[in-house]
């Protein structure tokens, strides 16, 4: 089974993470950030990761300390689940439209974190949920998780819609990297020999 928990305690934050990347795209989430937990919702369910989230976090300070850090236990567990990475598929890519957005979304299970960002928001907010936190937490999640992860909004006048797709078009580019290839047996795909 490809499984791994993430716990992280910091003076901000304490926040537990389980996840099977083998899994239905089931989730359990309560991090106290109504919109984030909807996030995560669409990318456990859409990249077919069963997913369980609980954080505590300085809410009283903003909601950065606690996507961010949630963000990080997240990519650390995916990097511990999917391991040195044998028989995957590696690369993964979505064009996700939602309404009136279309979001792309790329990415390498590579080893090594990089993120290109091509997103923007015409609010600043999406009820009480900063905008800018979006891309706080895949930057957390490319970083910890050892993703390539390259994010393009299309078009997009609504911001909810532009942050939706963004989480659904990572989710289905993750599915597909993660997903075993059966033409390639236990190989690691690279041709290093290793990730």
């Known amino acids: 089974m490809r499984t791994a928990s993430v716990t992280r305690t910091t003076a901000e934050t304490d926040i537990a993470v389980a996840l099977n990347l083998d899994g239905t795209g089931s989730y359990d989430i309560a991090t106290g950030v109504g919109f984030f937990d909807h996030m995560l919702d669409q990318l456990a369910r859409h990249a077919l990761i069963d997913l369980d989230v609980r954080a505590k976090g300085d809410l009283q300070v903003d909601d950065h300390h606690t996507v961010e850090d949630t963000g990080i236990a997240i990519g650390q ?77 299309q078009s997009g006048l609504n911001s909810h819609h532009i942050a939706e797709a963004a989480f659904k078009a990572v989710a289905r580019a993750l599915r597909d990297a993660l997903e075993i290839d059966p033409r390639k047996g236990d190989a690691v795909p690279s041709t290093k020999g290793t990730l």
């Not at 690369?91 to 790329?106: K, N, R, S």
């Not at 974190?113 to 930057?139: A, H």
């Open 77 to 153: 567990a995916l990097s511990r689940a999917v391991g040195d990475k044998r028989g995957i598929r590696r690369y993964g890519a979505c064009l996700l439209p939602m309404d009136d957005t279309l979001v792309q979304a790329a990415l390498d299970l590579s080893g090594r974190p990089y993120l290109v960002w091509q997103v923007d928001f015409p609010t600043p907010k999406i009820g009480s949920f900063d905008t800018e936190l979006v891309r706080e937490f895949f930057q957390a999640l490319s970083t910890h998780g050892g993703i390539t992860l390259h994010v393009t909004r």
